[in-house]
């Protein structure tokens, strides 16, 4: 990232106007957001049926934003659809873009959004993977360009990661984690350019992982499906797995997590092959831990997990006497 | 597997007392979900500290499971220590193992406790990945060992993966998958073997790359685990990661998703290699979402997923207003 700063026209808590390019699932589900958090919304969508899905999208959302609280003043009525990329930015205080996940496409939209944008106005992409350098080429101002990455549905999942490319201004960067974090989000800043920054990489592997065991006829997308609700993401909910795995050490936390299963990582349990389990990875894991239980005890944790879990298993319809009403309901 | 049936002494149903075998993290968490579902537990454990760890182990626990409702007649007073592995055998119902996870030591206290154990009695691993085929090797009667793979907490987490080996017998496999769903717990029952089964393969990868990226400094532990915590571990805790990516195909579901993000299969989002999405696979996970889906529509599963979000940022106390609470608390 340059060190050169740009000039905002407008302070992240200031901003009133948000423009969103791209309607589709992830670019109408940030118009979902704005507009619940009292942002005026402008719209563009190439698509012909694009404002009628739009629509569609907000409608659909709109329960589950009003449950969570709605800002003052938020409105459907404060969407407006423009008839153009040029009129959808012209009055920009913020701009997030969401196109299909094309390369080229990237690069020349983010051009003309640039040049259609007022100085200084920070345009996001929520490419689910490309590094911002890869992208700004064609900019006249890439200083301004970088990446917003959010998750499905952006309504409702707390998770944005920011990043910059090699051109980007740090304070643009800066401003672009302080107004996420105003419009309700929750941000990781990375200080590097990452393909599938952080989540989507674990995610991935995950992912992948479920692919080849489909491909390979080892296991059905149901099972898969069920092995994670039933299991580890019952966790993953509230804990990370890195705090949940020191909980695998018991009283010897991540350490001897490490110890005992570090020879797990020989093993053929994924196609996915391990670094090296060396001394500076083990301090890493372990210090690591500690700073993210920031003091917390491995009792405090285990309590805080088991307390975790079931208040997921009660709010998701999972406890024994529930689970019984739903089996009944099945049968 | 063998057609072979043995026979079992007591139906799934009938048996009242199950006997642990290691009383280490794993261990101890299956005698507090034994003793909370109501059963007479008898454990061993050759450490020296084992009985005084796995009784706080168990305290620990208790509050938790006393929360999610204790079985009729429940109580820590029912379980009992015994002085050898034999004492703890001789009557047991239903024998879990959960030693430490080395291939050698899992061999011959299998054997062990097959020799210990009345004749039909089924005896389940815990094993973390190890296939029974491997294990089984130095048992008189084979046909009654097979895995029975929890998750930690194994009081607290659903899942039991039950899978046997090449010389278990298919009505041991029937007998295990029926006493762990009578003894509360959610099982995913294997045709097959599998290197660490189905959600250990899931959660390696994803465990694997989180290692890596440590291991390289492109993130911290603290930032790995809020990535999931903040972002796909919410929807995990109810939406397996096939029907959750299903819905980031929109209108078009799990076909329109794999149109649109299959080539992201080839970027270098993890280092796990993708398998080659062909029709096959395409088709495969298609008609899989279909199956999990069980009738649900698209517009459906959205919604079903949008409340669960809520529903667990509300339990786990991260809705918009209790954030702030807990931010305020922070600051």
Redesign the interface.
């Known amino acids: 990232m340059t060190t050169t700063d740009s000039v905002h026209p407008v302070a992240p808590e200031d901003v009133r106007r948000v423009t969103c390019i791209g309607a589709?699932?992830i670019g109408g589900g940030w118009v979902a957001q704005f507009l619940a958090r009292g942002y005026d919304v402008t719209a563009w969508d190439p698509a012909p049926d694009g404002e009628a899905?739009l629509r569609r999208l907000v409608d659909?959302?709109w329960p589950?934003l009003t449950?969570?609280?709605l800002a003052e003043g938020a409105s459907r009525d404060r969407l407006t659809v423009a008839p153009s990329l040029e009129e959808a930015c012209a009055e920009a205080q913020f701009v997030q873009e969401s196109a299909?996940?094309k390369l080229e496409l990237k690069r020349s939209l983010l051009a003309q959004l640039d040049a259609a944008t007022p100085a200084g106005v920070v345009i996001a992409s929520s490419t689910?993977?490309y590094p911002m350098t890869d992208m700004q080429t064609e900019a006249a101002d890439p200083s301004r360009l970088l990446v917003g990455h959010p998750?499905?549905?952006p309504y409702?999942?707390?998770?944005v990661?920011v990043a910059g490319g090699e051109r980007t201004a740090a304070d643009a960067v800066a401003w672009a984690s302080r107004f996420y974090e105003v419009a309700?989000k929750?941000v990781?800043t990375?200080d590097?350019e990452?393909?599938?920054?952080?989540?989507?990489?674990?995610?991935?592997?995950?992912?992948?992982?479920?692919?080849?065991?489909?491909?390979n006829g080892?296991?059905?997308?149901?099972?898969?499906?069920?092995?994670?609700?039933?299991?580890?993401?019952?966790?993953?909910?509230?804990?990370?797995?890195?705090?949940?795995?020191a909980?695998?050490?018991?009283?010897g936390g991540m350490g001897h997590m490490l110890d005992?299963?570090g020879?797990?990582?020989k093993?053929?349990?994924?196609?996915?092959?391990?670094?090296?389990?060396d001394k500076?990875?083990r301090d890493?894991?372990v210090?690591?831990?500690d700073?993210?239980a920031a003091g917390r005890s491995i009792?405090d944790l285990?309590?805080e997990?088991?307390?975790?879990?079931?208040?997921?298993?009660?709010?998701?319809g999972?406890?024994?006497?529930q689970k019984d009403a739903q089996r009944g309901d099945a049968a």
Chains 1, 2 share one sequence.
């Open positions: 589709g699932v899905k659909a959302a589950a449950q969570l609280g299909p996940e689910s993977g998750f499905n549905p409702l999942i707390p998770l990661e309700g929750s990781i990375m590097r990452l393909p599938g920054f952080i989540a989507n990489r674990l995610q991935e592997a995950l992912w992948r992982e479920a692919l080849h065991m489909v491909a080892e296991a059905t997308v149901k099972e898969i499906d069920d092995s994670i609700t039933e299991g580890p993401g019952l966790r993953w909910a509230f804990m990370g797995p890195c705090l949940t795995f909980l695998a050490g018991g009283e005992h299963f020879p797990s990582l093993s053929p349990w994924t196609r996915l092959e391990a670094p090296e389990l500076a990875l890493a894991m210090d690591g831990c700073e993210a009792a285990v309590a997990r088991d307390q975790g879990v079931i208040d997921v298993l009660r709010a998701t999972r406890l024994p006497g």
